[in-house]
């Protein structure tokens, strides 16, 4: 009987697609975790490794040369501590404002809210390059409508410095800010709405009832924003090269790094000037760039995974 | 003073509070939209209309007509080109993508040994491949001589024994070369399908099981409960996936690229301006013709 039933045609199967799947997901995850490998193999690896016909994945000689040299270059713990600080107080504000104008396209309907929210969406799909020299030339002569000019009697330089970012995620329009207004709003929409009467009938004021009864539940919704925003704002090249010429955060840094080391090395020995040797470094560069992010999402994965699926975007 | 006040307040309605409320909250994005994107789209427009000189006075603008227009499309030896390249990229990545992110979705919902890990390395790229770190990380040399040396372990999966099995059973040719280069350039499907597979993942989380367990019931094997069940379910996420695929591709395209070297290298900004707005164009009319189709087939369940 039992053997019966190993031998029949469904246990087979099944056999078959569990090793077919193994085999897919294994492969699959390799191709993703190949570069981060690559990169953690090239970094440690001593500068003789580079020429050596034997080493391809473990290096004769272990070396922290690479990450001494990347870090001194990119002055890293300043830039860490730049970027980390730019990143999360652009989150932060994101997160609120969005989650305010969130809320009030899901449930506080006013006459052309549903024209506005067109324009929510308008900003999302129009690609950033398109406004770019207009905000560009905006921000360099901030006048504000012409308020700040009456007030002191020039307009502002706001390149930069952090206050572009400040601006634009305190008004929820910083990077793809739309999409987070977005999942807000599909997320209010999805609380029934007996939760909020009842906050109302006991004398609850719209604001109360925000603060205490809807954000409180809408924990999913904030958490998937703060990460992405996070993530996102961190990796942004676009807007941080353009707005933050001579910052240091980390993605400019990382963009003038080859430029960097070659100064670097130029100053020291002439001949020293190795195209494989600077790649060494750079793939250094971009592994430290990224390991703050990636022992971020070690511990924060659960909820990336869990959090989409219960924000109601699907809903 | 506080009794007016307080008179005002309690003239109006409950839903004209509301109302009141709802503008107030909106308040802070408006200002934001009109000053950092409605404004700066406005004047792009009329940048793309105009000619610019920028001296230390400041900027003297001059209406020419369409001639910027003129100048990118038939004078500028790039812009055609890249216009193309990157819509055809575009064209020929999204479905790969959105095909591959239901397919994962669908296989990383079964319960099987390992599945925490499986899915915590599949959404590992929307942290990392974004931004900068793509860039540079298709300029690294010794990722490239290391590939050379251990004999391409990634990049040549073995694709050349299965082209010459399809040609050889017949399969036409255009269609042999899409799907190699669909496995050629594995790392970047995956690497851009993140997103896409969270939301179809939860899509198919939200399907009731109950609708699986009437199918069992009836016969139904897996393969057609995906086709009867799964698949019109999360349908209308097909429609978001390719939205949101088309939309990130702005990030990757050269065109980004081109555009702002126009404008900030060469100082061009009413080349540059008029450039942005082809592109944005072109991809307006892809997103609505993609969503016109879509949209008839789409099921809703209500």
Not at chain 2, 192 to 204: K, P, R
Not at chain 2, 237 to 249: A, K, R
């Amino acid at each position: 009987m039992i053997i019966a039933r190993l031998l029949s045609l469904e246990s087979w199967k099944r056999w078959l697609w569990t090793v077919v799947r193994l085999v897919l997901m294994a492969g699959l995850s390799f191709v993703i975790l190949y570069p981060i490998l690559q990169k953690i193999s090239t970094a440690i690896k001593d500068k003789s490794d580079l020429y050596s016909p034997i080493v391809i994945f473990i290096p004769e000689h272990y070396s922290l040369d690479n990450f001494k040299k990347a870090i001194s270059i990119m002055d890293y713990w300043h830039t860490l501590f730049n970027t980390f600080t730019l990143s999360a107080m652009t989150t932060i504000l994101t997160a609120v404002s969005c989650a305010f104008a969130g809320y009030a396209f899901a449930r506080l309907k006013f006459k052309g809210s549903n024209l506005l929210f067109g324009g929510v969406i308008l900003t999302i799909l129009v690609p950033p390059t398109t406004i770019l020299i207009p905000i560009y030339m905006n921000l360099k002569d901030f006048s504000l409508m012409g308020l700040i000019p009456l007030l002191t009697g020039k307009s502002v330089n706001l390149l930069d410095s952090y206050w572009p970012f400040i601006l634009t995620s305190v008004t929820a329009n910083s990077l793809k800010a739309g999409l987070y207004i977005f999942i807000f709003r599909q997320f209010f929409r999805g609380i029934p709405k007996e939760v909020e009467e009842a906050a109302y009938i006991d004398g609850a004021g719209v604001g109360k009832t925000f603060l205490r009864i809807m954000l409180p539940n809408a924990v999913p919704a904030i958490v998937t924003v703060l990460l992405f925003s996070f993530v996102w704002q961190w990796n942004d090249s676009f807007f941080t090269t353009t707005y933050l010429t001579s910052g240091k955060v980390m993605s400019t840094q990382l963009a003038s790094l080859p430029h960097n080391l070659s100064i670097m090395l130029e100053g020291g020995v002439a001949t020293n000037k190795d195209p494989f040797y600077m790649s060494m470094v750079q793939d250094t560069g971009i592994l430290l760039a990224i390991l703050p992010l990636i022992i971020i999402y070690l511990f924060v994965q659960r909820y990336f995974v869990e959090s989409i699926e219960r924000t109601g975007i699907v809903g | 003073m506080k009794s007016i006040l307080k008179f005002g307040m309690k003239r109006r309605t409950y839903a004209e509070q509301k109302a009141l409320w709802g503008f107030i909250y909106v308040l802070p994005w408006l200002l934001g939209f009109l000053l950092f994107f409605l404004i700066p789209l406005v004047s792009s427009l009329r940048y793309s209309f105009s000619s610019i000189e920028a001296n230390a006075n400041g900027m003297k603008i001059s209406f020419i007509g369409i001639s910027n227009y003129v100048e990118a499309l038939t004078v500028n030896t790039s812009f055609n080109r890249t216009l193309t390249t990157s819509i055809v990229n575009m064209v020929i990545n999204v479905p790969l993508i959105v095909i591959f992110s239901l397919f994962l979705a669908v296989l990383l919902n079964q319960k099987f040994v390992g599945r925490a890990i499986a899915r915590s390395i599949f959404f590992l790229p929307v942290i990392l491949a974004s931004g900068v770190i793509a860039n540079l990380e298709t300029t690294s040399l010794v990722q490239a001589i290391n590939e050379q040396n251990a004999g391409g372990a990634v990049s040549g999966l073995g694709t050349s024994e299965l082209t010459r099995i399809m040609l050889n059973s017949g399969v036409s040719e255009n269609v042999v070369a899409y799907l190699t280069s669909a496995v050629d350039r594995i790392y970047q499907i995956v690497s851009q399908s993140g997103v896409q597979i969270l939301i179809f993942l939860a899509g198919i989380q939200s399907v009731s099981p109950q609708l699986y367990e009437a199918s069992k019931i009836e016969g139904a094997t897996g393969y057609e409960a995906f086709w009867k069940i799964t698949l019109p379910m999360v349908s209308p996420l097909i429609l978001v996936n390719v939205i949101y695929t088309i939309i990130d591709s702005f990030s990757r395209s050269e065109m980004t690229t081109l555009i702002r070297e126009t404008g900030f290298t060469n100082f061009n900004f009413g080349l540059s301006s008029a450039m942005a707005w082809i592109y944005f164009l072109a991809i307006m009319v892809i997103l609505s013709i993609i969503t016109f189709f879509i949209s008839k087939r789409i099921f809703y369940q209500e």
